[in-house]
């Protein structure tokens, strides 16, 4: 019912720049938090940033200074802009949002949904 695609990765050298960005698609009646996550080759999932919908942002000490998060709520759109990368940042990037959909009856639900990653490899 709901779909998450993210785009934007790729290969870029070490001080370069990229932008992610991920789109939700599907029955939402609307969506709160948004956040970006990366999993590192071996190593477990891991907060990047979040914003909720009123536009407060966290974000992981690691990336403090170096990313930025924002949302176009009118495009059901989260970005991640990721400046002065790192190897260090070479992992799959996901996208998360927690939505509400409108069920049968008119009962609400709200349920957290991933997108399929997309790879962020940074070279030396």
């Known amino acids: 019912q709901v779909q998450l695609v993210e785009s934007g990765g790729g290969l870029v050298q070490a001080g370069g720049s990229l932008r992610l960005s991920c789109a939700a698609s599907?029955?939402?009646?609307?969506?709160?938090?948004m956040g970006w996550y990366r999993q590192p080759p071996g190593k477990q999932r891991e907060l990047v940033a979040t914003?909720?919908?009123?536009?407060?942002?966290n974000y992981a000490d690691s990336v403090k200074g170096r990313f930025t998060i924002s949302r176009d709520n009118a495009k059901n759109t989260v970005y991640l802009q990721m400046n002065s990368l790192k190897p260090d940042d070479t992992a799959g990037y996901y996208c998360?949002?927690?939505?509400?959909?409108?069920?049968?009856?008119?009962?609400?639900?709200?349920?957290?949904?991933w997108g399929q990653g997309t790879q962020v490899t940074v070279s030396s």
């Open positions: 599907g029955s939402i009646f609307s969506i709160n938090a």
């Open positions: 998360n949002a927690h939505v509400t959909i409108i069920e049968p009856y008119g009962l609400r639900r709200t349920d957290g949904y």
């Open positions: 914003i909720a919908s009123g536009g407060t942002t």
